[in-house]
C-alpha cells in the first residue's frame, strides 16, 4: 500500500493481533474465505469492527472511486440476450473500447424484469463506475435504479424520456426507415405492410414514424407489431398475407425479424423480390447474408455504436487530465445506410 | 443501517460537517458522481480519511462478508464466447440456479488471455462471492489469479491439476467417447478416425482417451486435432479425407465440429451416412439437429451442469443454517447417453 493517506490505517496484522489468531486465519476470514471455525471467524470479525479496518482494495477504491469496471445491463432476459446476435455485436465494441482503457467488462445477466431491484444492489454495491443499459423498455426500472444507486449511465437507443443528464447512443431509426420504404417506392412497389418492433422500445416507435413519413395515410391494417424475434416476424408475416393477401413489399424493424418473414413467404410459395420485396433494418451480416434471397437492409455500425457507448461513459466516469470535472458531454446519434441486396 | 455493530461507525453527516459542505455535496463526492469541485471533493475525501467513514455498502459488505453476486469467468475471448452455443447453454443453467438463491450472475468478458490480470484484480477486489471458471486451458492463468484473489471457485471441466480444494463439474468424456466408438464399431465401420479437441483442454484429451480405448492401436495418421470451431473441423476433415481415402467414419469431439466436417463431405460428395458415418459430442440441439444430416451424438446435458456448477459455489461459499463451515463437497462427474440421429 503505497498511498500513503492509507498510512495511518490499522492493518490486517493489527486486527490478527487484537483477535488473537494468526495473520493468515485473520486474511481468510477478511477475505471470505471458508474453513475458519465460527468462533475464530466472529473473533476477527469484532476485532475488524472495533479496529475499523478495511481490507486494501476496498480502501483503495474509497480514495480513488474508481474500480476500473463497466456494468453493462441488457434489459432482456438471457435467452433474448443469447439467440440475438445484434447483443453479441454491440458488447463485442463495447469490450474493444474497454479493454483499450483497462477496465473490465461487467456483464449483468437476468431472468427478467423481476430481477432489477437485484441488479440495482449490485450497482448501488460500489462495484462499478458507471454502467451502460440498453434494450429499454417503456416501464423498465433499471434508469431509475440506476439513477438511485448513483452511478453514472449511457443508454444504448434513445430513452423514453429526456432531461439534460441523459446520455445516449443511437442511429438514425427514422430517417432509416423512410429510406427504406423510399427503395421500395423507387422500386415501383405500391403496397407496402411494415412489421413494426415492440412499440414499447422507441427504436421501433421511431421506425414506424420513418414509415409513415414516406407513406403518410397507410392503412393500419398494413401495419403489424412484432417482437424483433424471427418467430415474431414469422407470426406477422403470416397475419399480413391473410389481411392483405395483395401486399407488394414489406419493410420489416429488424433484419431477424426479417428472416423469420422470408421463411413464411417460401413456405406459401409467394416469390421474393418477384412478388413481395422485403427490406430489413440492422444490416446483421450473419443474418442479412445468409437469409434466402440475401436481404436487402439498413445498415447501423452495432459495433461502432457500442465502442461510442462505452467512449462516452469512460469520459463521463473519469474527466480529463488537468480537468475538474467532466466535459459537457452529448448524446451521439450516428447515419444510418441502405445496403442493396437480393430481396428489394 | 439496522446492524448494531455499525452503530458506532462514523456518519456521512459526519463526514460533511468535518467537510465544511452539504451532505448532499459529500454523499456524491462518496459515490463517485461528478460534478463536485476538486478542493471540495478533495476536503470530502480527506474527511473520509481522518474519520475511517466506510460507504453503507462496503460495511455491510465487510460485515456479512457477503454481496451476493457470483463471477463467471470463461477462458475464451468473448468472440469464441458468443459464437460457441455450448457457453450460452452453461450460462442458462447457471443463471437459473443463481437467480433462484437471489445472487447476481456477473459475467467477466475478456478479449483474451492478456486480460486475465485485470480480471484477478475485480475478482480480489471484494465485489463476488466466488468464481465459476470455465474453458481453462493448460497453461491458464485464471485459476492461479483466482487464489490469490481469495475467492473460492468451482472449475466447469476437470482442471488438469488435481487436489483436495479444487471442486469441478464435469461429464464423463472418456466414458462418452468409447460409447461414440463402439456405435461406430458396431455399425460395421472399421476405418474410424478422430477429430480431436485443442489437446491443452481435458475434455479434449479425455475424449481421445475414450476414443483409444475402444480402438487401441489406432493409426496416428487418423487422429487430428481441431479447435471446437465449424472451422477448425473443416480443416481436419479436409485433411484427414486427404490422407485416409479409405476412412468410414469420423468421431468428432464437439458437435461443432462435426457441423463443419460434415460441410466439407458433402462438398466433396461423400455420402452421410452410406460413405462416412459421423459421430458428434455435447447433443448441442440446435447444432445436432440441424445438420445435414441431423448428427448422432453423444450428449451432456450442459445446462444442467451450469446448474449443478452453481450449487455447489453457492454451498461452498454459504454454510447452510446451523453449520459452523462449509459441509465437505466433492467434484461432480455426470454420465453422458448416445442419441442416435441419422449421420450414424
Redesign the interface.
Known amino acids: 500500500m503505497s498511498d500513503p493517506?492509507?498510512a495511518h490505517?490499522p492493518t490486517l496484522e493489527a486486527v490478527a493481533a487484537r483477535a488473537g489468531v494468526s495473520r493468515a486465519t485473520a486474511?481468510?476470514?477478511v477475505?471470505?474465505?471458508?474453513?475458519?471455525?465460527?468462533p475464530l471467524a466472529e473473533r476477527v470479525?469484532?476485532a475488524?469492527?472495533e479496529l475499523?479496518y478495511?481490507?486494501n482494495?476496498?480502501a483503495r477504491?474509497?480514495?480513488t472511486?474508481?474500480?476500473?469496471?463497466i456494468a453493462v445491463v441488457v434489459a432482456e432476459p438471457?435467452?433474448r440476450f443469447?439467440?440475438d446476435p445484434f447483443f453479441?455485436q454491440q458488447?463485442?465494441g463495447i469490450?474493444?473500447e474497454l479493454?483499450a482503457h483497462?477496465n473490465?467488462?461487467?456483464?449483468?445477466?437476468?431472468?427478467g424484469a423481476a430481477?432489477y431491484e437485484?441488479?440495482g444492489?449490485?450497482l448501488?454495491?460500489?462495484?462499478v463506475?458507471g454502467a451502460l443499459l440498453f434494450s429499454l423498455h417503456d416501464d423498465d426500472t433499471l434508469p431509475g435504479l440506476a439513477r438511485r444507486a448513483?452511478?453514472?449511465t449511457v443508454i444504448g437507443g434513445r430513452p423514453g424520456w429526456s432531461d439534460a443528464d441523459t446520455l445516449y447512443v443511437d442511429c438514425d431509426n427514422r430517417g432509416g426507415a423512410r429510406e427504406a420504404v423510399r427503395h421500395l417506392l423507387d422500386g415501383g412497389r405500391r403496397r407496402i405492410a411494415h412489421i413494426a418492433g415492440p412499440l414499447d422500445q422507441t427504436a421501433s416507435v421511431d421506425r414506424l414514424e420513418g414509415f409513415r413519413d414516406a407513406l403518410p395515410g397507410t392503412d393500419p391494417g398494413m401495419i403489424i407489431e412484432g417482437d424483433f424475434t424471427p418467430e415474431g416476424g414469422a407470426r406477422a408475416m403470416a397475419d399480413l398475407l391473410d389481411r392483405c393477401p395483395d401486399l407488394d413489399a414489406v419493410f420489416a424493424a429488424s433484419d431477424v425479424m426479417a428472416s423469420g418473414a422470408l421463411r413464411v413467404l417460401r413456405t406459401r410459395g409467394v416469390r421474393v423480390p418477384e412478388d413481395v420485396a422485403m427490406v430489413g433494418f440492422d444490416d446483421i451480416v450473419s443474418v442479412a447474408e445468409w437469409t434466402d434471397p440475401p436481404l436487402t437492409t439498413i445498415r447501423q455500425d452495432i459495433e461502432e455504436m457500442g465502442r461510442m457507448m462505452a467512449r462516452l461513459l469512460l469520459r463521463?466516469?473519469s474527466?480529463g487530465p488537468g480537468q475538474?470535472?467532466?466535459p459537457a458531454l452529448s448524446s451521439i446519434v450516428t447515419p444510418t445506410q441502405l445496403v442493396v441486396r437480393a430481396s428489394a
Open positions: 493517506s492509507l490505517r486474511s481468510r476470514v477475505n471470505g474465505s471458508d474453513g475458519v471455525r465460527a470479525r469484532r475488524v469492527d475499523g478495511v481490507p482494495q476496498a477504491t474509497l480514495v472511486r474508481r474500480n476500473d469496471a438471457e435467452t443469447f439467440s453479441a458488447v463485442r469490450s474493444k479493454t483497462d473490465q467488462l461487467v456483464l449483468l445477466l437476468t431472468e430481477d437485484r441488479v444492489r449490485y448501488a454495491g460500489g462495484h463506475d448513483g452511478v453514472p463521463r466516469v474527466p475538474q470535472e467532466s
